[in-house]
């Protein structure tokens, strides 16, 4: 058997230390599509899960009062409701202690799971004060079509899978464009971006 030199040791080390660290440094990125009103999870530069959502019947921004979806880069500041059985019913972020079955008649607070947005450019800067989340529904029937009040709203089985498979500052990519170049860009933006951080 060929035994290893000590600098063939130390160059091994060195490169699997940076497969290590860039592995590492891989995380998921979250892409909605406005046009095919859909979510997908991107891991590993892998589209792993697609959803269909429901952002704002009221258009595009992020100007005070409108309650329009912004678009842009954002990020995950916090996950809130985590083990809530599916359903239940959240007001100022907190859980009410009731529990709505999908499609319940007259209602449409947000249920299940909340993931509050930061904005991360000047597009979508009052993203966060504005309190723009992805969240559950009860109005499931809706999901697949613009109906939201600016946030991205999901079926609560689904956001409940989402919000165990990102974690806090995972970014979100909202683009008026289909699913498929949004994806593309996102994937790219990963890759330069973990290059980056390694490089460092």
């Known amino acids: 058997m060929r035994l290893l030199q000590p600098c063939s040791i130390s160059l091994f080390c060195f490169i699997a230390a940076i497969v290590s660290s860039a592995s590492a440094l891989?995380?998921?990125?979250?892409v909605v599509s406005i046009p095919d009103q859909t979510l997908a999870l991107i891991d590993g530069g892998i589209v792993v899960s697609r959803f269909p959502v429901?952002?704002?019947?009221?258009?595009?921004?992020?100007?005070?009062g409108t309650y329009a979806t912004p678009l842009g880069t954002m990020a995950i500041a916090s996950k809130i409701g985590a083990n809530a059985p599916l359903g239940t019913v959240f007001k100022n972020r907190r859980p009410t202690g009731e529990v709505l079955?999908?499609?319940?008649p007259g209602r449409d607070p947000i249920v299940s799971r909340i993931l509050w947005l930061r904005g991360l450019e000047k597009q979508n800067a009052r993203a966060y004060s504005r309190n723009i989340y992805?969240?559950?529904?009860?109005?499931?029937r809706l999901i697949g079509r613009p109906a939201s009040f600016g946030c991205i709203r999901m079926?609560?089985?689904?956001?409940?899978?989402l919000f165990n498979s990102v974690?806090?500052?995972t970014r979100?990519?909202?683009a008026n464009t289909g699913?498929?170049?949004?994806?593309?860009k996102a994937k790219l933006e990963s890759q330069t971006r973990s290059a980056r951080l390694a490089a460092n």
Not at 54 to 64: A, C, E, N
Not at 101 to 104: T, V
Not at 155 to 161: E, W
Request: proline share 13%.
């Open 167 to 169: 974690p806090v500052g």
């Open 134 to 140: 992805i969240h559950g529904t009860p109005e499931e």
């Open 179 to 184: 699913l498929g170049p949004a994806v593309a």
């Open 172 to 174: 979100i990519e909202v």
């Open 54 to 64: 429901s952002t704002s019947k009221f258009g595009l921004g992020d100007r005070p």
């Open 101 to 104: 079955r999908p499609n319940a």
């Open 155 to 161: 079926r609560s089985c689904d956001v409940a899978q």
């Open 26 to 30: 891989a995380t998921p990125t979250v």
